[in-house]
């Protein structure tokens, strides 16, 4: 892959990137997730019409579950599973941020790119967030996070041991994202 020097390129990739907001993807999707669980019964309704999109048009199978305890039932399987699933992506995402994030590289997104061996990227996540011997650091995670682990660098200031606190809680979150997605049964 050809390396990115700076020459503007690096910075117009990492703007690119962080202006599109890509969590707006995960908010939407748990979104969904909530909306199908809290409104299984107009949905359910909506689901006895044939449902338009342009040329697509998707209307109730025959057989299809059609009456009130069997809807709830497949809502309930639906939630549970998208839930797990939701929950499994976004953890993936999480760490595969992180390690692209981990050595301050110029275009982190070209160092996603090559996370492309899933057996190694497992490997890597489980051997930072699950290991007891090789987990980040607090500095690590703070630099990785908001960009320095000097807390004197900060806008607005905040004192130091709410930075610690900070960091060890949300380094908890990536270990609960590793132990999610890397679990060693996994494999």
Same mark, same amino acid.
């Given at each position: 892959?050809? $390396?990115?020097?700076?020459?503007? %390129?690096?910075e117009q990739l990492n703007? #690119?990137?962080?202006?599109? &907001? ?21 949905? &359910? ?6 449902? #338009?999109?342009?040329? !697509?048009?998707?209307?109730? *199978? ?5 009456? $009130?305890?069997?809807?709830?039932? @497949? ?10 699933? !939701? @929950?499994?992506?976004?953890?993936? %995402?999480? !760490?595969?941020?992180? @390690? ?29 967030? !699950?290991?007891?011997?090789? $987990?980040? *650091?607090?500095? *690590? ?28 809680? @949300?380094? *908890? ?15």
């Amino acid at each position: 892959m050809k $390396e990115i020097h700076d020459d503007g %390129t690096a910075e117009q990739l990492n703007e #690119t990137f962080y202006r599109t &907001a890509p969590h707006d993807y995960f908010r939407q999707r748990l979104f969904n997730l909530l909306l199908v669980a809290s409104k299984s019964d107009e949905i &359910a309704d909506l689901a006895g019409e044939t449902i #338009t999109y342009g040329s !697509l048009q998707v209307g109730r *199978s025959p057989g299809s579950a059609s009456n $009130e305890e069997e809807n709830s039932a @497949l809502v309930e399987q639906f939630v549970a599973t998208e839930a797990e699933i !939701l @929950l499994h992506h976004i953890s993936e %995402t999480l !760490l595969r941020l992180y @390690l692209a994030h981990e050595t301050a590289p110029l275009c982190p997104w070209i160092e996603v790119t090559r996370l492309r061996n899933f057996r190694e990227f497992k490997e890597s996540a489980r051997e930072l967030f !699950l290991s007891t011997t090789n $987990e980040p *650091s607090d500095e *690590s995670i703070a630099r990785v996070l908001v960009g320095t682990s000097n807390p004197e660098h900060l806008s607005p200031k905040i004192p130091e041991r709410n930075g610690r606190v900070c960091s060890t809680r @949300l380094g *908890s979150c990536f270990g609960h994202a590793a132990h999610h997605w890397a679990k060693k049964e996994q494999i």
